[in-house]
């Protein structure tokens, strides 16, 4: 006696599927949502998508990326300015008489100020960014 087959509960992990998008414009926008979900793979995308699971939307603002790029240079120049700051008054404390010492301290007292304008203009750079980001 043949027994009946049995409907299998899960299909087979080797069922695949398939679709198109014939329209080209539902293809650029498929391609667009891709590339801002930061998926790693379209396969992928349009598995959270069709699952209703959650990803995350990644938009780059060009304005913003620009003012974190200049940013990160000031903070860099203002970091290495203190550095070469500190070493200067230590080899001028170190190797260096008192009367020589406070001339060249006086001339660091000049540097101190292009420290005070460099942060002046980080703090406009980041005034006129809030402003424009508003």
Same mark, same amino acid.
Do not use: C
């Given at each position: 006696?043949?027994?009946?087959?049995?409907?299998?509960?899960?299909?087979?992990?080797?069922?695949?599927?398939?679709?198109?998008?014939?329209?080209?414009?539902?293809?650029?926008?498929?391609?667009?949502?891709?590339?801002?979900?930061? $998926?790693?793979?379209?396969?992928?995308?349009?598995? $959270?998508?069709?699952? *209703?699971?959650?990803?995350?939307?990644?938009?780059?603002?060009?304005?913003?990326? *620009?003012?974190?790029?200049?940013?990160?240079?000031?903070?860099?120049?203002?970091?290495?300015?203190?550095?070469?700051?500190?070493?200067?008054?230590?080899?001028?404390?170190?190797?260096?008489?008192?009367?020589?010492?406070?001339?060249?301290?006086?001339?660091?007292?000049?540097?101190?100020? *292009?420290?005070?304008?460099?942060?002046?203009?980080?703090?406009?750079?980041?005034?006129?960014?809030?402003?424009? *980001?508003?």
């Amino acid at each position: 006696m043949n027994r009946p087959k049995k409907t299998p509960v899960r299909p087979p992990k080797w069922d695949a599927f398939h679709f198109r998008l014939p329209d080209s414009r539902d293809q650029l926008r498929l391609i667009e949502l891709f590339k801002r979900s930061g $998926a790693r793979t379209k396969t992928e995308y349009i598995r $959270a998508r069709i699952l *209703d699971e959650h990803f995350r939307v990644v938009t780059i603002d060009k304005s913003r990326e *620009d003012f974190v790029r200049r940013l990160t240079e000031f903070t860099a120049a203002l970091n290495k300015i203190g550095v070469l700051y500190n070493q200067a008054v230590r080899a001028i404390n170190t190797y260096h008489s008192p009367k020589t010492a406070v001339v060249m301290l006086r001339k660091l007292e000049g540097y101190a100020a *292009d420290i005070l304008r460099l942060q002046e203009r980080v703090i406009a750079l980041t005034e006129s960014f809030r402003t424009i *980001d508003r």
